[in-house]
């Protein structure tokens, strides 16, 4: 498990490969989490449910100042959308990630909207994910040829990220989400401005086998960002 800092928002990246969770969910679940996790039928289903939960509540617990992870509570909001409920603050926010064995979270102030989406880098959903481009988003693809797939998943990422800032999910044309500017500032490491909601923009970061994105409005900034890329650099 990794920590991160934003200020005043925090990362968790969490692993858990052996799905060692299940074990001792009853002791991190709230009342509310406990009777939805007991309607999940499929394991993976089941495993993703508490990732998320126990990375969630991992990235409040200090920020609410409550220790036990029963106390914070992850609701589902009317499109699906994480809620954080607890009696001791109701001002954080957090959005959440899986792939595979792996969660993502941010936690953030109400009134600071950030969302992000990870994502592993596979081959066989190249074609997939290009095919949801628009022409400007292929061509830079295209300009980075050593690098095509992981630069496919980072854009990708940055997508999904927007449309949880806008509580839209994917469930809009996924070409409102297209990206007017996408540009490496460091290793592994690129920043991105959207065509159409010109107040957010993307950090976007590429490991060995995954890419994350964090959208966050524009003026923001990320004051120790290489954490985040350090972590994904051990998974």
């Not at 991160?4 to 969770?21: E, G, K, M, T, Y």
């Not at 950090?203 to 890419?211: F, I, P, R, Y």
């Amino acid at each position: 498990m990794a920590r991160l800092n934003l200020r005043p928002a925090q990362v968790i990246v969490f692993d858990d490969p052996a799905s060692h969770l299940t074990e001792f969910a009853a002791e991190f679940l709230g009342p509310r989490e406990n009777a939805y996790f007991s309607t999940l039928r499929f394991a993976r289903r089941q495993q993703s449910y508490l990732l998320g939960r126990y990375a969630a509540k991992l990235a409040l617990r200090d920020l609410l100042a409550e220790p036990d992870l029963r106390a914070i509570e992850i609701v589902r909001g009317v499109f699906e959308q994480p809620v954080v409920q607890c009696a001791r603050s109701h001002r954080w926010c957090v959005s959440i990630s899986h792939a595979d064995s792996l969660a993502v979270v941010v936690a953030f102030p109400a009134g600071h909207p950030m969302a992000l989406d990870a994502e592993r880098i596979d081959l066989t959903r190249y074609e997939t994910i290009l095919s949801q481009l628009s022409n400007q988003e292929t061509q830079w693809i295209a300009a980075n040829a050593g690098h095509k797939l992981q630069l496919a998943t980072a854009l990708w990422t940055a997508k999904e990220a927007l449309s949880k800032v806008l509580c839209t999910g994917l469930m809009s044309p996924v070409q409102i989400y297209n990206l007017s500017e996408f540009s490496r500032i460091s290793s592994g490491n690129w920043e991105g401005l959207f065509q159409n909601f010109g107040q957010y923009k993307t950090t976007t970061w590429v490991g060995t086998s995954h890419a994350v994105s964090i959208v966050l409005p524009k003026r923001s900034i990320i004051v120790n960002g290489y954490e985040i890329y350090d972590a994904f650099l051990t998974l």
